[in-house]
Nanobody, 127 residues
Framework: QAQLVESGGGLVQPGGSLRLSCAASGFTLDSYTVAWFRQAPGKAREGVSCQGSSDGSTYYLDSVKGRFTISRDSAKNTVYLQMNSLKPEDTAVYYC????????????????????WGQGTQVTVSS
């Protein structure tokens, strides 16, 4: 059965860094668009970043550009989100997602409509 399992979340101080990991099983990420979403308390789930499978093109939420980087390791069937210069407003539950479409589609990266989802991992940025 297809599964995505996130790890790497935790508590960090403002300005700190975290690397989230999302390990896939039951399918191969190489042929999937992969994405990270987040949901803060009282807010809707929003797309943070995504990467197409065909050409590696990427999308980033404006507020995380220059600070976050999405990548994948085919050998490990894992997608990563490197988060630097973290801010309190980055505090949220972060979810990994994947979809069979080979190219980035704006709605796919911005809206929670992807096919497969992980359980989420908490990221808290606070002093």
């Amino acid at each position: 059965q297809a599964q995505l399992v996130e790890s790497g979340g935790g508590l960090v101080q403002p300005g700190g860094s975290l690397r989230l990991s999302c390990a896939a099983s039951g399918f191969t990420l190489d042929s999937y668009t992969v994405a990270w979403f987040r949901q803060a308390p009282g807010k809707a789930r929003e797309g943070v970043s995504c990467q197409g499978s065909s050409d590696g093109s990427t999308y980033y939420l404006d507020s995380v550009k220059g600070r976050f980087t999405i990548s994948r390791d085919s050998a490990k069937n894992t997608v990563y989100l490197q988060m630097n210069s973290l801010k309190p407003e980055d505090t949220a539950v972060y979810y990994c997602a994947a979809d069979p479409v080979p190219r980035i589609i704006p709605a796919l990266c911005a809206r929670p409509v992807l096919r497969f989802w992980g359980q989420g991992t908490q990221v808290t940025v606070s002093s």
